[in-house]
């Protein structure tokens, strides 16, 4: 159909209706032509529709399926029936027990953030289920085995930490509590590693104030962990340093009375003694009140472990 007829219709030789009618064919033109109309109607080709008609396999199959795949140590292979179960039949008795197996699986395997997504899912699905504390567990380990080194940004150490606070809370009487309190022990050690770093940086930089800040923040919140004996002595270096003298004693005495044999015992009190001091504790001061009914209880850093 030209053009040039086109405008003619439209000129007034049609009746209303059929300007409608042609125009129809004239947009379909435009689109190249009425059989590309015709081929874009999937009704006009009913021999190329074939649907696909997958069986469904029962929950229990699926299950068991995954069950079989994870002693094999497939655990890609596992996860993939576990997640068909809550995808097939997400009301069956199968579908919480795969939720907590993929959370599982995936945690062997390593895919840490999977296994925190599975592990949060069924949390939130089923905070009464005798299987929750072991979600928790998952989900706080997740979060432990991607603790970082003390020279790197600790959000997943103060994450493990959260998590495992969260176990003891919600379920002292759980079969992983003496576990995650050694691991406990660990992530602060941790995190008081960092706060060391920093505060040697400080010091390094004659920042002695900033120094002071990071080193108070191991002895009031990490008195457990093995830094805490520099921390003493470092703290009595920078309050040496700014002339505080009464903190600088403190530090000094509170650290020779708690870990009498430590190597920076000697260091502080050579400090002191340089500067015609002697470790003398003012009771008032943060540093003695922050031991007061002081017990060290470290365990060995053995690294990370495994459920």
Known sequence: MSVMRLKTINSGETTS????????FALAAALGGCDTMS?????????????EVVAEVPADKLYNEGLARLQNGDTEGANKKFDEI??????SPYSKRGLIMAAYSNYEAQKYDDAITASKRFLAQNPA????????????MSYYNQIPDA????????????????LLDRYPKSEYVLDVREKM???????????MNVGRF???KRNYTGAVGRFRDVITKYQTTRHVEEALMRLTEAYMALGITNEAQTAAAV?????PDSPWYKDAYTLLESGGLQPREDRGSYISRAFNGFTRAVVGLTGLGRL
């Open 255 to 259: 650290l020779g009375h708690n870990f």
């Open 86 to 91: 809550d995808k097939q039949a997400p009301f």
């Open 17 to 24: 209706g059929g300007k409608r009618l042609v125009l129809a």
């Open 129 to 140: 289920s005798p299987d929750a504390a072991y979600a928790q567990y998952i989900l706080a």
């Open 202 to 204: 400080y010091l390094e």
């Open 151 to 166: 020279t790197r940004d600790q959000e997943r150490t103060d994450q493990a930490l959260r998590a495992m606070q969260e």
């Open 39 to 51: 081929a874009l109607n999937p009704f006009d080709r009913p021999e190329t529709y074939k649907p």
């Open 185 to 195: 022990l660990v992530a602060r050690d941790q995190l008081a590693g960092k706060e």
